[in-house]
């Protein structure tokens, strides 16, 4: 498995890559990796990449002011034995410095699909994402690259600059990773003491007990009092057209349940397709 830090190196590399006819499949994180993640390095296999490239990169620019850049975990190590077991051929280790030089001033920018849900309450969250990931996007000249359904609204976002920006890539969404509990893989569970990681299975539980063709707001109402029941403090609760991410009256075929919550300090999101 090889490493790289440096951009250049990683875009020269899978330049030649390409030139013998190889597929080469992206697997963007935040690296401190879970079981969620090791999915979607399964994933590309699955799509039959000769090659899978694993970004490992806690990106600033997707982060607020007053969020949690500085204490995300992280564990470079750990990552680098998970990519290898999992199947990685290379993974990708920038600094914040390589990947935003100085005076950078270019950003990629989606203006319809981030408006509500974690872009209302995360100003600049996805145009942090989306500079990213067309920078990874040019910098692998992947083939496919697989993202995870828990992050919903990144997902229709990412596709749709695929697709507005003519990137010749495809986007690739796996489904969710859970806990035993139900409660969904993330990075951000590290930070739950054993009551809070309790507590936020009401998550999943809530949103699992919504029944195909219960009206929205009814199904919005339920879960919202379910979870304030378990001592969490709803950020967001919707019920939305699957592609356009636009209000759904019903919860039927088509439609997706998002849920944002704090569980202590902890910010945790979670989603289910009718």
């Not at 919202?224 to 636009?246: F, H, P, R, S």
């Amino acid at each position: 498995m090889k490493k790289f830090t440096d951009p250049a190196k990683l875009q020269k590399w899978c330049r030649g890559v390409k030139a013998k006819g190889r597929k080469i499949a992206l697997v963007p994180t935040m690296g401190y990796l879970h079981d969620g993640h090791l999915s979607l390095i399964r994933e590309a296999k699955r799509q039959g990449a000769d090659e899978i490239v694993v970004s490992v990169f806690v990106n600033p620019v997707q982060f607020g002011p007053n969020e949690d850049y500085e204490k995300y975990p992280r564990d470079e190590k750990a990552d680098w034995k998970k990519c290898r077991e999992a199947g990685a051929t290379a993974v990708f280790f920038p600094t914040p410095a390589n990947m935003y030089l100085e005076r950078h001033s270019v950003y990629v920018t989606e203006e319809d699909l981030s408006k509500g849900l974690c872009g209302a309450r995360r100003p600049g969250h996805f145009r942090g994402v989306c500079t990213v990931v067309a920078k990874l996007f040019n910098i692998t000249h992947a083939d496919v690259a697989v993202f995870g359904q828990k992050d919903y609204q990144q997902a229709q976002i990412i596709k749709r600059m695929a697709r507005d920006l003519n990137f010749d890539i495809k986007i690739v969404v796996a489904p969710i990773v859970r806990e035993p509990s139900g409660l969904a893989r993330s990075s951000r569970n590290t930070y739950l003491s054993d009551e809070e990681r309790e507590a936020a299975v009401a998550i999943s539980k809530a949103i699992y007990a919504v029944k195909e063709g219960d009206g929205a707001a009814q199904a919005k109402r339920k879960i919202a009092a379910a979870l304030e029941k378990a001592g969490l403090n709803v950020d967001y609760v919707e019920c939305v057209d699957a592609e356009t991410l636009e209000d759904a009256k019903k919860a039927v075929k088509g439609t997706c349940v998002l849920v944002a919550a704090f569980c202590g300090k902890t910010r945790l999101i979670d989603n289910r397709l009718i």
